[in-house]
């Protein structure tokens, strides 16, 4: 699903934030990017949407080289995953319903399509009787949730999660995991950058290791060390 | 598809009502500068008809009586031919009355009264003279030998008529011409400040869009429009404008005495909605240039 191959990434002359990684994610799988600040995690997912392109090496997304993918492909690559974010990034002004909705609305889903599938994520995450409010009226898990939901609601085949729960306490992350958990069992491929010993420790599930750039542990069933 | 249309309309009038100063001052800009221009076009239009009796170098008319006989307008040829050292003979053109019909209704749109009294019978045909030489005094003394010939009604000089007129037209032109383009250019810098405010207010939106697969010209579209749409209020206010002026300065003018030249400052109704309709066309491309800019800067992804 997902395949780094001699992946290097340069920022402006000489940051290196990725160095040489090359490794695969089989369809369905769930892992964990761990690693020090500023190892590179955030790097590696971005380079995976295309917000970033490898100085080196290539990376395949979905059976797409997205390093040689022209722009005006790369809308249809975000629209096969579903990014999720440690602020949520969802928009103020608009309530629930709305933020999902939008996700929707603005790659030119057709009404009906969207009527049926946003109750049904907001179900899935545990917000059909908060469709109504606004972010901030929601704690900071509900917002997360809402986040999630708005990246599942287009049923993507990746989920791309950038410490997902850097703001929340554990009890909450706890329950965003076992969210996501649930994503996961539906065949959806998910890969969290995270700073959570705990969530990583509890879920027992593949973990690469970053530091400096480079892939120092790739192990399945792993713990955060 | 529908879904898509419906999003962009309402998009455009939600940023249109968001930035209603800027807006205002956009649409605003666009219209004086695009009343401008159409101004430039009628005013330029209204010395033509001044000047369309000289065109093409023309310097002297000699003017033959409507009831000459051919015997006598074929020795005023020969005698403007005899000339070759002053008059460039191969220019040397003669209108007979069907052609010089045509031009005096150019000449005396504004006149009526004049018009009528003029009949494709009464009317005097006429000789258009360009001179070889630059030696004025040269062409006046062979105006003074014309007069004097059999036939002839009255001879003109450009110099006498013309030039002041066409000095004033030129200059009149010239500034009109730079003030609009200068107003042109700031139109469109209104309009592309206007979108980029609107877009800059909607950073979050566009970001999340991306984020989620959104293509660029989904994203695009409706700030495009918004520019669009304020070009074109702007040409349809400016039209109004130059619908206005014009029906003053056509009532002004006709209040004048028959035959004293101003009558000719008159633009003909065609041309009128010719030049709106340019207004408009021109007021949908600084709308969309303004636009175009600002919203290329969301161009990479
Ligand atoms: N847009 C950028 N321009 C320049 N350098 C950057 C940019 N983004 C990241 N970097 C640098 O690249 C390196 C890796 O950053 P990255 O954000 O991938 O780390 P991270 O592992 O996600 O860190 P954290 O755990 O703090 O989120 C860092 O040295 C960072 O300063
Ligand atoms: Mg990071």
New interface residues.
């Given amino acids: 699903m997902i395949k780094l191959d001699g992946v290097t990434k340069i920022y402006g002359h000489d940051t290196l934030a990725v160095d040489d990684v090359s490794f695969d994610v089989a369809k369905g799988d769930f892992v964990f990017l761990v690693g020090p600040s500023g190892s590179g995690k955030s790097t590696l997912l971005r380079l995976m949407?295309?917000?970033e392109v490898a100085t080196q090496g290539d990376v395949w997304v979905a059976g797409r080289n997205v390093c040689e993918m022209p722009?005006?492909r790369?809308?249809?690559?975000?629209?096969s995953?579903g990014?999720i974010f440690q602020d949520y990034?969802l928009?103020l002004n608009k309530t629930v319903f709305e933020n999902v909705a939008?996700?929707l609305?603005?790659?030119?889903?057709?009404?009906h399509v969207i009527r049926e599938q946003v109750p049904f994520v907001l179900e899935l995450v545990g917000l059909a009787d908060k469709s109504e409010r606004f972010p901030n009226q929601l704690s900071g898990g509900e917002q997360q949730r809402v986040s999630i939901a708005?990246?599942f609601v287009?049923r993507p085949l990746i989920m791309l999660a950038d410490e997902p729960t850097g703001n929340l306490d554990p009890a909450t992350s706890e329950g965003i995991m076992s969210l996501l958990q649930e994503i996961n069992e539906t065949g959806t491929t998910v890969v969290m950058a995270t700073h959570d010993h705990r969530v990583v420790n509890a879920m027992r599930r593949r973990v690469i290791q970053l530091d400096r750039g480079l892939v120092v542990r790739d192990q399945e069933r792993g713990v955060y060390e | 598809m529908l879904a898509r249309i419906e999003y962009a309309l309402r998009e455009t009038w939600a940023s249109f009502r968001r930035n209603l100063t800027l807006t205002l001052a956009a649409v605003l800009t666009s219209a004086i500068a695009l009343l401008l221009v159409g101004a430039t076009f009628l005013i330029q239009r209204a010395f033509e008809n001044l000047l369309v009796q000289w065109r093409g170098d023309v310097a002297m008319i000699v003017f033959v009586r409507s009831d000459a006989s051919p015997e006598q307008v074929a020795l005023i040829d020969g005698t403007l031919r005899a000339a070759p050292s002053v008059i460039d003979v191969d220019k040397l053109r003669y209108l007979d009355k069907a052609e010089s019909y045509a031009e005096a209704q150019r000449i005396f749109v504004g006149d009526p009264v004049t018009l009528s009294l003029l009949t494709p019978e009464s009317i005097p045909t006429q000789f258009k003279v360009v001179p070889i030489t630059q030696d004025t005094d040269l062409v006046r003394s062979l105006a003074d030998q014309y007069r004097t010939l059999p036939g002839v009604e009255a001879v003109a000089l450009a110099e006498d008529e013309f030039e002041v007129i066409s000095t004033l037209s030129g200059f009149v032109r010239n500034v009109t011409l730079i003030m609009s383009l200068v107003l042109l250019a700031v139109a469109v810098g209104l309009i592309w400040n206007t979108i980029r405010t609107a877009m800059f207010a909607r950073r979050r939106e566009i970001e999340v869009m991306k984020l989620v697969g959104a293509t660029n010209w989904f994203i695009r579209i409706p700030f495009m429009l918004e520019g669009l749409l304020q070009g074109l209020i702007g040409g349809v206010v400016s039209c109004a404008g130059v619908w206005a002026l014009n029906s003053a300065w056509s009532g002004g003018v006709a209040a004048f005495k028959p035959g004293t030249g101003i009558s000719s400052l008159v633009v003909p109704g065609g041309y009128l909605s010719g030049v709106m309709l340019v207004l408009l066309v021109l007021g949908a491309a600084i709308g969309a240039i303004g636009s175009a800019i600002a919203a290329s800067r969301f161009l990479d992804v």
């Fill in positions: 949407s295309r917000e722009p005006s790369v809308p249809y690559l975000r629209r995953l990014n990034k928009l939008f996700a609305e603005v790659i030119g889903k057709p009404r708005r990246a287009n």
